[in-house]
């Protein structure tokens, strides 16, 4: 469990800040943090803040640290990159703590009033996880609807790391 919430964590949030730079760069930058998927939906600099947040929610969430989440957006590409970076800093140094035991119990309230009683493996594979890649698909989603250049390689670039190398 904590291995996986790590990882998985310091994994997306490189591929977030990956992204966040290609949208710094390119030619409509300046519209790219507002823009969304969908009337209804957040824009990308909401889905960045939600993910910097979403690492110190679970911590706190497992009972491992006090956090307060991030009610502002960021506003420039700099300060998008810094919160990641914060985040990233932070997922680096929940390596020493000590998880609760997968079984533990754990009530999660939700702004809305909505309260699910799970187990800390439950909450991690079906909360905090799903969320994260949710919003990390909808960051995605919207650079790729704007026009930017990105394809599965953006998403998971962590993956090279495992590249076998072709046979001479």
């Known amino acids: 469990m904590k291995a996986l919430l790590l990882a998985t964590h310091a994994n997306m949030l490189g591929t977030l800040d990956g992204l ?9 930058s300046a519209e790219l943090l507002g823009a969304r998927l ?10 960045i803040r ?8 679970a911590l706190e969430r497992l009972g491992l640290i006090r956090f307060t989440s991030r009610e502002d957006d960021p506003q420039t590409y700099e300060e998008a990159h810094a919160i990641i970076a914060e985040a990233r800093a932070l997922v680096e140094d929940a390596a020493r703590f000590d998880f609760p035991d997968e079984t533990a119990p ?15 493996q ?7 996880l799903a969320q994260f890649y949710f919003h990390t698909v909808a960051a995605y989603a919207i650079l790729r609807q704007a026009g930017l250049e990105v394809g599965k390689a953006d ?4 993956m090279f790391k495992y590249l ?3 046979a001479a």
């Open 155 to 158: 998403y998971v670039p962590h």
């Open 106 to 120: 754990l009530a999660m309230n939700l702004p809305n009033g909505m309260t699910f009683d799970l187990t800390a």
């Open 38 to 47: 969908a009337d209804d939906m957040h824009p990308l600099s909401t889905q």
């Open 20 to 28: 966040v730079a290609k949208a710094a760069n390119h030619a409509q």
């Open 164 to 166: 076998r190398e072709p």
């Open 122 to 128: 439950e909450y991690v594979r079906d909360w905090a």
């Open 50 to 57: 939600f993910l910097a947040n979403m690492p110190g929610e």
